[in-house]
């Protein structure tokens, strides 16, 4: 049985968790669009029954853009197939799970460079031509 979603995908029935999340996930485009506020939706916190978080990762899908961390463990930052809208996964060094976000915004936060960051690479930098 296949139905479209609040995105307007064509997906097996969604159940459970799934449909308040994606309505959640529209919401926050919303928000994004019209106020320029992200916001991040906490998987690892939501009591998901069997498959259904395997669900909300095949009905938001991949995108184009991909990108992986490695500190302390991997994350892995993938955009969906909506613009937007981020699936976020954190491991630590076992490989293990160790939080899991959808994050609609522009930009995935993990992503920017902190001030302190850029600081210490810029004396890095200068040190180079002393």
Do not use: K
Request: aromatic share 6%; no cysteine; hydrophobic share 40%.
């Amino acid at each position: 049985m296949t139905a479209s979603n609040e995105i307007g995908v064509q997906v097996a029935a969604i159940h459970g968790n799934v449909r308040p999340i994606l309505n959640e996930v529209i919401h926050a485009i919303d928000r994004l669009l019209d106020d320029g506020i992200p916001t991040t939706i906490d998987l690892s916190s939501l009591p998901f029954g069997p498959g259904e978080l395997d669900e909300l990762d095949a009905t938001l899908g991949a995108g184009e853009l991909t990108a992986q961390l490695d500190a302390l463990g991997t994350s892995r930052i993938r955009e969906t197939t909506y613009p937007g809208v981020w699936w976020i996964e954190h491991r630590n060094v076992d490989d293990e799970v160790v939080g899991r976000y959808v994050e609609v915004t522009r930009f995935p936060e993990i992503l920017s460079s902190q001030d302190a960051d850029i600081m210490a690479g810029r004396a890095r930098l200068e040190e180079q031509f002393e």
